[in-house]
């Protein structure tokens, strides 16, 4: 599978979620110490060497460090993307037809193909229909 886009939630996904502190900012200095997600960049690693467009998508607010930390925590840990969509809004819960989990079930590069072309099949067949 390649010339997908593929977009990767970036806190409790790529890397540990930030604990917020009583003003609830951000702060970068912290966002630079969180600990990578070691297996699920791997897995966008993966996507990324197929051929696919990889979407950063984070509801991570703030100033122009904000995101020079941010940027600067992807390249020191090695998370290729062509994108960073910043204003992905804050929720509890997202229901959406083409999410995956990164926890139910274990994300993996063949959990996201198997998925795509179930997707892509299911699409193919309702073409077919009408
Ligand atoms: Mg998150």
């Not at 790529?14 to 969180?34: A, D, F, M, T």
């Not at 037809?97 to 309702?126: M, R, V």
Request: charged share 30%; hydrophobic share 35%; net charge positive.
């Amino acid at each position: 599978m390649k010339n997908k886009i593929i977009a990767f939630d970036l806190d409790n996904t790529l890397c540990q979620p930030i604990k917020s502190n009583h003003e609830n900012k951000l702060v970068p200095k912290q966002l630079l110490k969180l600990q990578p997600y070691k297996k699920h960049i791997k897995v966008l690693c993966d996507m990324k060497k197929e051929g696919n467009k990889i979407i950063i998508f984070t509801s991570r607010y703030g100033p122009d460090e904000i995101k020079d930390a941010t940027r600067k925590w992807l390249k020191k840990h090695r998370v290729p993307y062509d994108e960073i969509i910043w204003n992905k809004p804050s929720y509890d819960m997202l229901i959406d037809d083409k999410a995956i989990s990164a926890y139910q079930g274990g994300l993996s590069s063949t959990l996201i193909n198997t998925f795509i072309d179930f997707n892509e099949n299911k699409i193919a067949k309702e073409k077919a229909k009408q």
